[in-house]
């Protein structure tokens, strides 16, 4: 039997109807024999609105109380999927961040995972049952609530995945895959089939929040394919693996105002797109603040402001 973690986002749990589509992905994937995991955000912008109503209460609100409210989001979504799926007839528990075992430093609101203890969702496994864990939090050493900073659950889910040593890491939200470019920006973003670690993570910190920076990190120490994918159709999604492709230009990501970055496996190599990028530079008279350059990325920081018709154009030349 393979271990599966599915992780869901926050668009994908939004609301009840949402939750079902959710649970059929979840009973097709335990039909086919597998050990299933899965981790869940808080539902829509909840975490948004538990955020500005703090800071309705106090202008610095309490550190410690802050991980016990954002936390809370992540909760009430565990328990609606695990009510819904015990109801169409398959065993499932919940678990918060401490019942699952999760570990972390004292860094409130971007806590590290520092362990996972994995005895009671093996437990639970065993027992037949599908395990819900609540994504972006653990515990820390004073047995407090820690959370893990904005789009967190991704973390938890690779986490989880690495510390079961799972077959794969299915990271399910409202797209199917990473583009070229954000697909919710430009209309003509193309899907990247694969991608390597190494480009995931330059990727995320340019400012793609389609995975948390962090998971990528963990999935490549530890070996785990990422998969992302559509909660809400069946397309092949992007698989993230150590697998590395030289020489092809993968993504245009545009980070604030006035950065782009450009991302790539031997990017550096590739003297006829450094060309065009240099063309556009021309064209458009920008004036280039910064340049960085390393084995897989050129990130160019303007003194202008960016457009997303300059991405669009970049875009075009992957
Ligand atoms: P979830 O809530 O499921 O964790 P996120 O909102 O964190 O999902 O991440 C998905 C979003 O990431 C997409 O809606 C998309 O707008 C954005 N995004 C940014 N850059 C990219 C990219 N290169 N490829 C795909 N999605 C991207
Ligand atoms: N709910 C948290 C957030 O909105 C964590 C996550 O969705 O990954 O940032
Ligand atoms: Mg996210």
Redo the contacts with the bound molecule.
């Keep these: 039997m393979n271990t599966i973690v599915m992780k869901?986002?926050?668009?994908?749990v939004a609301d009840n109807e949402k939750l079902k589509t959710v649970a059929s992905k979840i009973i097709s994937m335990y039909e086919k024999q597998n050990k299933i995991i899965v981790v869940v955000?808080a539902q829509g912008k909840t975490t948004d609105k538990l955020i500005n109503e703090a800071y309705e209460l106090s202008n610095k609100p309490n550190n410690r109380e802050m991980d016990v409210l954002l936390s809370s989001g992540e909760q009430v979504s565990i328990a609606k999927l695990s009510i819904l799926l015990n109801d169409l007839g398959y065993s499932a528990v919940s678990l918060t961040g401490w019942q699952a075992g999760i570990f972390t430093n004292n860094a409130n609101q971007n806590a590290l995972i520092e362990n996972i203890d994995v005895d009671r969702i093996n437990k639970e496994l065993d027992e037949g049952k599908i395990v819900i864990i609540a994504g972006f939090q653990g515990y820390n050493e004073n047995l407090d609530i820690t959370t893990f900073g904005r789009?967190g659950?991704?973390t938890t889910a690779v986490a989880i995945a690495s510390a079961m040593q799972a077959k794969n890491c299915y990271?399910?939200?409202?797209?199917d895959?990473?583009?070229?470019?954000?697909?919710?920006?430009i209309s003509e973003?193309k899907k990247i089939p694969a991608l390597s670690y190494r480009e995931m993570l330059e990727?995320s910190s340019e400012?793609?929040?389609?995975?948390h920076g962090r998971c990528v990190e963990i999935a490549e120490k530890y070996k785990i394919p990422i998969i992302t994918k559509s909660t809400f159709n069946s397309n092949a999604g992007t698989v993230i693996s150590d697998i590395i492709e030289e020489n092809t230009i993968k993504?245009v990501?545009k980070k604030e105002i006035s950065r782009i970055s450009i991302i790539g496996t031997g990017i550096v190599r590739n003297i006829n797109f450094m060309r065009k990028l240099l063309d556009v530079i021309e064209k458009n008279k920008f004036d280039i603040l910064e340049l960085q350059i390393t084995e897989s990325k050129i990130s160019v920081d303007f003194k202008n402001i960016i457009t997303d018709d300059i991405v669009q154009e970049l875009n075009k030349m992957i």
């Design positions: 869901f986002g926050g668009s994908s955000s789009g659950s991704d990271i399910f939200s409202d797209v895959g990473v583009y070229t470019v954000d697909p919710n920006k973003a990727l400012g793609a929040k389609v995975l993504s990501a």
